[in-house]
């Protein structure tokens, strides 16, 4: 390789060197100091074009955006704030870039301009900074669980199953239109349409990692699941990736434990390893936070924030007891919530998680043993408590600023019990019984839990809205490439 990566230019010592760096105008100023990126680093390096000898039909093409070649003796520099640059004896345009038309301004744009021009955005320091972060943490679950002797496993992405039995998934179809099964008034045959069967795109990996952890002990699934819920909102998207552990021999303490343990890992591998990029986030938000009234702003800032959750150890509280809290509290002194928790049962709307983790503990909470009515089928059943109300061995983990990051069971291990759960909820057996086999054959006690990916990098990023947090948004009306 002929050329030189500018992350590691910025650290080097050897002035004097000549040196060659590939990378796209940021800006040009003065006809004489081009800033260069090449993505490989948030800074910028320096290069000083001695203009009264260089063509002037050159120059002009030093546009924000265009791709250059430039050749040079790398020197101390003058300027405040850098150390190096470079001194250019060879300039070359390998890209032109039309300053009319190009999107992006050496200025600071809104996220809201940037999410219309998503294919560009990679190339602003705020999406640089995130998507490395992203990585980091992606490298991380990795590294995690391989530490743990976990097996990754691919889950398919085209399933006859609907795991979470809720109904919002996206059907596969053949594109062959000419083709497609169709009943007798016309409409497509649904049931026959992925060659001959119904598929839809998979909601979570996890019924079919129970099978392979009732063979391995421990296993991990890492991507992309659908989720065909219309909801705008910035917590979800309709493609979301998914990181889903399993264990067999594992109760609900130990999935708790390993969830812990799992997050605070990957945060803190994310700190140590993107300390720049974290750096640059936070300034970014205490910069936005300069518009907001006093007491709206944060207390902590975002790496005490991160820092906050590596050192104190999550709060775990029963569904029972978060009732009884919520019943107690009014979220400020006049208002009451919008929906009020009055029946035990009832599911927790995400103003009542936000209350729990934000102002009630102050810290993410786990909370636990969630009535068996507004779960899935395959969470394992407690003992009936002592005024007759059912619960299953559940665990959501709250997160602040986010709500739910992440959801999870013990899993009912039972065959009998089993049946009986999906008869009542309406899943026919036959539909199941590959599922149903682990638990014909050598039942045992199991556990797991999924985190949603995009919420992690969310909360590590400091970000508000997941659309700017996955490189290529799935959202209704989102979906050009
Ligand atoms: O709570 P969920 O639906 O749980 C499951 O899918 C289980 N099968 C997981 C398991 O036990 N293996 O989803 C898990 C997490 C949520 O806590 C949330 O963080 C995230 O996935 N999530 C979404 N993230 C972005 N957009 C959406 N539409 C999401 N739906 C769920
Ligand atoms: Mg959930």
Redesign the pocket.
């Given at each position: 390789m002929e050329h030189t990566r500018i992350k590691e230019l910025l650290i080097a010592e050897n002035f004097g060197k000549e040196v060659i760096v590939k990378g796209w105008v940021r800006t040009f100023r003065n006809n004489q100091f081009i800033a260069i990126n090449d993505g490989s680093t948030l800074n910028n390096i320096q290069a000083v074009v001695d203009f009264a000898n260089t063509d002037e039909q050159l120059l002009r093409r030093l546009t924000t955006g265009a791709a250059i070649r430039v050749k040079g003796e790398l020197v101390q520099s003058l300027g405040k704030g850098q150390r190096v640059e470079i001194k250019v004896t060879e300039l070359t345009i390998l890209g032109d870039s039309d300053p009319e038309k190009y999107p992006l301004q050496p200025k600071k744009h809104s996220l809201e301009f940037l999410r219309e021009i998503a294919h560009l955005r990679f190339r602003t320091g705020t999406f640089n900074a995130v998507f490395k972060v992203r990585h980091a943490l992606a490298f991380a679950v990795h590294q995690f669980f391989n530490e743990r002797d976990f097996v990754y496993m691919h889950t398919p992405i085209v399933t006859g199953s609907d795991?979470?039995g809720a109904g919002e998934m996206f059907r596969v179809t053949t594109i062959d239109f000419d083709n497609v099964p169709r009943n007798e008034d016309g409409t497509v045959n649904y049931k026959e349409d992925f060659f001959g069967k119904s598929t839809n795109l998979t909601?979570?990996g996890?019924l079919e990692?129970e099978l392979a952890a009732m063979a391995f002990g421990n296993i991990y699934t890492f991507g992309p699941t659908f989720?065909a819920?219309n909801s705008n909102t910035t917590?979800?998207?309709?493609e979301?990736w998914?990181i889903?552990p399993?264990m067999a021999f594992y109760e609900l303490e130990d999935n708790m434990d390993l969830a812990e343990d799992l997050l605070k890992y990957v945060i803190g591998y994310a700190l140590q390893h993107c300390p720049e990029e974290i750096e640059f986030l936070k300034n970014r938000l205490l910069e936005e936070e300069k518009s907001k009234p006093q007491n709206e702003r944060s207390e902590l800032n975002l790496v005490e924030k991160l820092q906050f959750v590596l050192t104190n150890d999550f709060e775990r509280v029963s569904y029972t007891d978060a009732v009884e809290i919520l019943k107690r509290s009014k979220p400020n002194q006049k208002k009451q919530f919008k929906y009020l928790i009055e029946e035990w049962g009832a599911d927790l709307q995400s103003e009542h998680e936000r209350y729990l983790v934000e102002k009630h503990f102050k810290k993410p909470v786990i909370l636990t043993d969630y009535p068996r009515e507004i779960k899935s089928f395959y969470m394992k059943q407690n003992e009936p408590d002592a005024q007759g109300r059912h619960t299953v061995r559940a665990m959501?983990i709250l997160f602040p600023g986010i709500g739910?990051?992440?959801?999870?069971?013990q899993r009912e291990e039972n065959l009998e019990k089993l049946l009986k759960r999906m008869d009542e909820v309406g899943i026919p057996e036959e539909e199941m019984d590959w599922f149903l086999d682990t638990r014909r054959f050598g039942s045992a006690p199991h556990s797991?839990?999924?985190?949603?990916f995009?919420?992690l990098v969310l909360f590590t990023t400091g970000m508000t809205n997941?659309r700017d947090v996955i490189p290529f948004p799935r959202t209704p009306k989102n979906a050009e490439f």
């Amino acid at each position: 390789m002929e050329h030189t990566r500018i992350k590691e230019l910025l650290i080097a010592e050897n002035f004097g060197k000549e040196v060659i760096v590939k990378g796209w105008v940021r800006t040009f100023r003065n006809n004489q100091f081009i800033a260069i990126n090449d993505g490989s680093t948030l800074n910028n390096i320096q290069a000083v074009v001695d203009f009264a000898n260089t063509d002037e039909q050159l120059l002009r093409r030093l546009t924000t955006g265009a791709a250059i070649r430039v050749k040079g003796e790398l020197v101390q520099s003058l300027g405040k704030g850098q150390r190096v640059e470079i001194k250019v004896t060879e300039l070359t345009i390998l890209g032109d870039s039309d300053p009319e038309k190009y999107p992006l301004q050496p200025k600071k744009h809104s996220l809201e301009f940037l999410r219309e021009i998503a294919h560009l955005r990679f190339r602003t320091g705020t999406f640089n900074a995130v998507f490395k972060v992203r990585h980091a943490l992606a490298f991380a679950v990795h590294q995690f669980f391989n530490e743990r002797d976990f097996v990754y496993m691919h889950t398919p992405i085209v399933t006859g199953s609907d795991a979470e039995g809720a109904g919002e998934m996206f059907r596969v179809t053949t594109i062959d239109f000419d083709n497609v099964p169709r009943n007798e008034d016309g409409t497509v045959n649904y049931k026959e349409d992925f060659f001959g069967k119904s598929t839809n795109l998979t909601v979570s990996g996890q019924l079919e990692g129970e099978l392979a952890a009732m063979a391995f002990g421990n296993i991990y699934t890492f991507g992309p699941t659908f989720r065909a819920e219309n909801s705008n909102t910035t917590r979800h998207l309709a493609e979301f990736w998914m990181i889903e552990p399993e264990m067999a021999f594992y109760e609900l303490e130990d999935n708790m434990d390993l969830a812990e343990d799992l997050l605070k890992y990957v945060i803190g591998y994310a700190l140590q390893h993107c300390p720049e990029e974290i750096e640059f986030l936070k300034n970014r938000l205490l910069e936005e936070e300069k518009s907001k009234p006093q007491n709206e702003r944060s207390e902590l800032n975002l790496v005490e924030k991160l820092q906050f959750v590596l050192t104190n150890d999550f709060e775990r509280v029963s569904y029972t007891d978060a009732v009884e809290i919520l019943k107690r509290s009014k979220p400020n002194q006049k208002k009451q919530f919008k929906y009020l928790i009055e029946e035990w049962g009832a599911d927790l709307q995400s103003e009542h998680e936000r209350y729990l983790v934000e102002k009630h503990f102050k810290k993410p909470v786990i909370l636990t043993d969630y009535p068996r009515e507004i779960k899935s089928f395959y969470m394992k059943q407690n003992e009936p408590d002592a005024q007759g109300r059912h619960t299953v061995r559940a665990m959501d983990i709250l997160f602040p600023g986010i709500g739910e990051m992440v959801g999870g069971s013990q899993r009912e291990e039972n065959l009998e019990k089993l049946l009986k759960r999906m008869d009542e909820v309406g899943i026919p057996e036959e539909e199941m019984d590959w599922f149903l086999d682990t638990r014909r054959f050598g039942s045992a006690p199991h556990s797991g839990f999924g985190v949603g990916f995009e919420r992690l990098v969310l909360f590590t990023t400091g970000m508000t809205n997941i659309r700017d947090v996955i490189p290529f948004p799935r959202t209704p009306k989102n979906a050009e490439f």
